[in-house]
């Protein structure tokens, strides 16, 4: 796996740099935001790990530029502690968010789990919600609307909310769960997120947003999706 390092603190590079290689990744490295998107621009990597304190591009617009052609992982290392920071850069495009300092062992392990994002699993399923269709595969959610199929346009976290659910049809998932995966464990109280995301996927998926008949709600514990799984289509 080849990953691309973005930070200005030239001894986390280095530090990053040895570490990582002896884990058998390869490594590039950029100072700086126009580095970073020149250096993504011309070998693509397969993973990112940005600071979001940096001179003239800053991460924050790092990230966006990224996620105009590229879906690889986004792992956000940074010095801001601040939930504020934390949503905008998951909202972004980021796929995590590690505060410095950090502990290298959980950061291997992030390292891993978003690499297991990588390569698509081809046998999973598509799911139905009624007029609406989502396909982990290919990454689209579509509606058919007036006979025609048209894009579902969803923010990167609640494309997250969404697909953890997928991955568990019919089955609770709690809000422990859903937050711990998708802001991090020092986040399971902070239920307001959890909802706040929720109700923006009722209103894009669900004929009727206020009386959800796919997205459930399970009083006091967290979220059900019910929908139908489709044959994968040779996928």
């Known amino acids: 796996m080849k990953i691309l390092i973005v930070d200005d603190d030239p001894q986390i590079l280095m530090a990053l740099r ?3 290689k002896a884990r058998g990744y390869e490594l590039a490295t950029a100072p700086d935001g126009e580095q970073a998107i020149a250096a993504a621009v011309d ?10 304190g940096l001179p003239g591009l800053d991460g924050m617009q790092v990230i966006k530029a990224i996620r105009g052609w590229s879906e690889a992982p986004i792992l956000v290392i940074s010095g801001r502690t601040g939930s504020t920071d934390k949503v905008k ?5 980021a796929d995590d968010y590690m505060t410095k300092p950090f502990v290298i062992d959980e950061l291997l392990a992030r390292i891993r789990a978003l690499g297991r994002r990588i390569a698509p699993d081809p046998a999973v399923p598509v799911i139905v919600l ?3 269709t989502i396909d982990l595969a290919s990454h689209t959610v579509t509606r058919e609307v007036d006979g025609r199929t048209r894009p579902v346009r969803l923010t990167p976290t609640e494309w997250r909310v969404l697909e953890v659910l997928v991955r568990n049809p ?4 709690t809000r422990e769960t859903l937050l711990r995966e998708i802001w991090g464990s020092e986040h399971v109280s902070d239920s307001g997120y959890l909802r706040l995301y929720v109700s923006q996927l009722r209103h894009k998926l669900e004929p009727i947003p206020s009386e959800p008949r796919y997205i459930l709600t399970e009083a006091g514990m967290g979220y059900r999706l019910m929908g139908e799984a ?5 996928r």
């Not at 070998?43 to 979001?52: A, E, G």
């Not at 850069?89 to 495009?93: C, N, S, T, V």
């Open 170 to 173: 019919g089955a609770l998932v």
């Open 89 to 93: 850069a998951l909202d972004a495009g």
């Open 130 to 132: 009624g007029d609406a």
């Open 230 to 234: 489709e044959p994968s289509c040779g």
């Open 18 to 20: 040895i570490t990582l």
């Open 43 to 52: 070998r693509p990597p397969d993973l990112f790990i940005i600071d979001l």
